[in-house]
């Protein structure tokens, strides 16, 4: 989304810490921020309306309309509010949607009278409805979508977000250990100390990611969810198994896993999710300093001028509200060095870009480093890229020097790196299949 999108985050994390409000105040205030978020999602909505019942947040969304009551109180809510916002609906034109947004959830009671009681026209989001929208990882549009969809097929009106897991794999995923019939020679030249082996074929062609999870277990992010892949025993099972574009998530030392997702982060751990960090725009890549902090980068939409959707940087914090942040330079991906620099790829090279000056890195030959993507970090001064053709290349941050390591027999148009927590790393790839199809690879980089 845009910096408005980021502002409302910020002002998301004072309401939480009633930094310059109260919790009266805060309750006006949070009505105006929900009718924000749906308004920089495109849907026109107005807040604190007063007419027959006060409304919250009025909006209209896919020609219906919708009036939404919002509480931010210590208690979960009870059967009386619920049934007084039914009310309110009955009051308006027939076909007339309710939505409640509780922060504090709701009591059992209320739960079980409003799925045993008659029609409902109303249905329920929680504190974690609400982040996951504000943080752009379910924006407004398909957490709405979702919710309906639910109600309306299986007469459930509070959707449990606990609906992202556990569900079986897709039956046309048909993945394939080892390296592909198809590939004779991986690797064309080699002038380097590693070693690439393919260990993984026949993924959809299509968005790809790879976290390593351990050195037999690998985390992989494709349009249809992400798996959890187990090199050893040839087994994969459903991790995330919500559609969408996610890139590389990234795994931290006491075992979180933070996936990007369209404009938000989550936090996923001991299968509980939360949403920690959003606003962003364009393609994200996440990744981690030395110190072990996560970071996002949103590339932005360089054309999209009317919305200010610019390239910018966001530490992560423990929870949503409290990222911190910075416009960044543009590129196709990027990997933190510190809070002022950053390592990004570009179309016509990697550069480091700090926030007074860039720095091209030069290759060891005439060579450019043309539509590299990556970066991942080897060590404190070196990382990897790949580019154009499959090309591997060294990068030294401190000479600003660019090492040829090797060229492979795969395609050149979608690839991308990822870590390796025992140096080396993985690359996500695409080769021609049989029957001219094309098919998504992974090949594990190692030391010699």
Known sequence: MSLKHIELIHEYGKMKRLEGYNEQSRGQKFNLLIADLLSSWGISARSNLRSNGEIDV???????????????????????????????????????????????????????????????????????????????????DEMISLGLEKASHEGEFFLNLDFLFGKPINDDLDLSFGCPPEITELVLESNCGYDFNSILYKIPFGSLGIAEESSTILLLSISQGIFRVDLED????????????????????????????????????????????????????????????????????????????????????????????????????????????????????????????????????????????????????????????????????????????????LMGSAYLLAQSKEGGGYLACSYPAKENETKGIIVRIENK
């Open 58 to 140: 009025a909006f209209s969304y896919k020609e219906k309309q919708f009036i939404l009551e919002a509480k931010w109180e210590k208690n979960p809510i009870d059967t009386g509010k619920l049934s007084k916002l039914q009310k309110r609906v009955r009051q308006r034109l027939r076909g007339t949607i309710g939505i409640f947004l509780s922060m504090s959830g709701y009591s059992q009671e209320a739960m079980k009278e409003l799925t045993a009681g008659e029609q409902s026209s109303i249905i329920c989001f929680s504190k974690d409805h609400f982040e996951a929208m504000l943080s752009g990882f379910i924006p407004p």
């Open 234 to 409: 040839h087994s994969i099972t459903s991790f995330l198994n919500f559609p969408g574009y996610y890139q590389n998530p990234i795994i931290s030392q006491d075992g979180s896993v933070y996936i990007a997702r369209k404009s938000g982060v989550a936090k996923i751990k001991d299968k509980n999710i939360s949403f920690i960090g959003g606003g962003l725009s364009g393609n994200i890549s996440l990744s981690a300093d030395i110190t072990e902090e996560i970071w996002a980068y949103g590339n932005g939409l360089p054309y999209d001028v009317e919305h200010d959707n610019k390239p910018y940087l966001i530490k992560l914090g423990d929870q949503l509200g409290n990222q911190s942040g910075r416009i960044a330079g543009w590129g196709n991906s990027a990997q933190i060095i510190s809070y002022d620099s950053l390592l990004i790829c570009r179309p016509n090279g990697v550069f480091i870009i700090q926030e007074d000056s860039e720095f091209k890195i030069v290759s060891d030959s005439d060579i450019e480093l043309t539509n590299a993507k990556g970066p991942i970090r080897i060590s404190d001064e070196t990382f990897l890229v790949v580019c154009n053709s499959v090309e591997i290349w060294e990068i030294n941050i401190k000479t600003l020097k660019a090492q040829y390591l090797a060229r492979l027999d």
